[in-house]
């Protein structure tokens, strides 16, 4: 585990601290310039933002809780608490989106419509470029390293970006035709779906492997393979598998002949583990059930 830690935890911290950064760089200039610039929409971005802020302070959380191994209270180990920020994550995007569509309901009722300053633009253009650049750093590296929260974080960058986007094309239409002042309100309320569901496909999925949903059917089939090439693995007759944060268990029942030795057997089942390791670095556990063979009968 240890070496896992060592492999895992750097590169996944330098990118969301680097998120960190610059979602407090384009809080204070969306702050500022939704104000000055008489941009609602910019102001809920600058909120959506704030929201990124504590998805990523999350993302810290779960990467250093997920990378404790097993103890005596936790014998499958911590993955379990890197999917619960994933959930905690969804649950505060899906609020921000909330409260975004609220506020700019109620101003499309009771505020006057005044066109955004060019700056609100300049500011959106600026959010939108960065925030989809940090995007797919933030998911190249997830997939790399197999960080399921790294990966709904970059997701929600992505939510960023199209908001900026939104906003960048409400303020250009009310920059265009000053008459067209209401773009930048309900450009605030597509922000706010736009959040709403994202908050919501991350939470869905984090829910999924709390309640241990089988993985992709792709994983299950990789596995098999290394299975039916371990000498001795006459038949399949299982293999489940369920997740742990970035982790997996693995749990095959197999069948081997049946004039075979226990000693036998159990050299098998040692070398058909540690094979599914080699082949599957995020295979933390491998358990291997034996019994004498009969029939070819697998079910994934």
């Not at 700019?104 to 253009?125: C, F, H, T, W, Y």
Request: hydrophobic share 45%; aromatic share 6%; proline share 3%.
């Amino acid at each position: 585990m240890d070496n896992q830690t060592h492999q895992f935890g750097d590169p996944t911290r330098k990118v969301t601290l680097l998120g960190m950064f610059l979602n407090i760089t384009l809080i204070v200039g969306k702050l500022w310039g939704g104000i000055a610039g008489h941009s609602t929409a910019l102001v809920a971005d600058a909120v959506h933002s704030i929201s990124d802020l504590f998805s990523d302070i999350l993302v810290l959380w779960g990467l250093k809780i997920g990378e404790k191994g097993p103890d005596t209270d936790h014998h499958f180990g911590h993955g379990k608490m890197e999917t619960i920020a994933t959930m905690g994550m969804g649950v505060l995007i899906i609020a921000t989106g909330i409260g975004i569509g609220v506020e700019a309901a109620s101003k499309i009722r009771g505020e006057s419509q005044v066109s955004p300053d060019l700056i609100v633009l300049a500011i959106a253009l600026v959010s939108l470029l960065s925030k989809e650049a940090i995007f797919h750093y933030t998911k190249i590296t997830g997939e790399r390293f197999k960080r399921p929260v790294l990966i709904s974080n970059a997701w929600h960058h992505r939510s960023d970006a199209l908001s900026s986007l939104t906003v960048l094309v409400g303020a250009a239409g009310a920059r265009i035709k000053p008459d067209w002042g209401f773009l930048d309100f309900y450009a605030a309320i597509l922000v706010s779906l736009l959040i709403i569901k994202s908050g919501v496909s991350i939470f869905i999925e984090a829910t999924k492997d709390i309640v241990d949903t089988a993985p992709d059917p792709e994983l299950c089939r990789k596995i098999e393979d290394v299975a039916k090439s371990t000498p001795g693995v006459v038949e399949i007759h299982d293999i489940k598998i369920r997740r742990s944060g970035r982790f997996i268990l693995v749990y095959l029942e197999i069948g081997v002949a049946p004039e075979m030795s226990v000693r036998e057997a159990a050299g098998i089942a040692e070398n058909l583990e540690k094979n599914v390791r080699r082949e599957l670095e995020e295979a933390i556990e491998v358990s291997v059930s034996i019994r004498p063979a009969r029939s070819y009968n697998i079910e994934c």
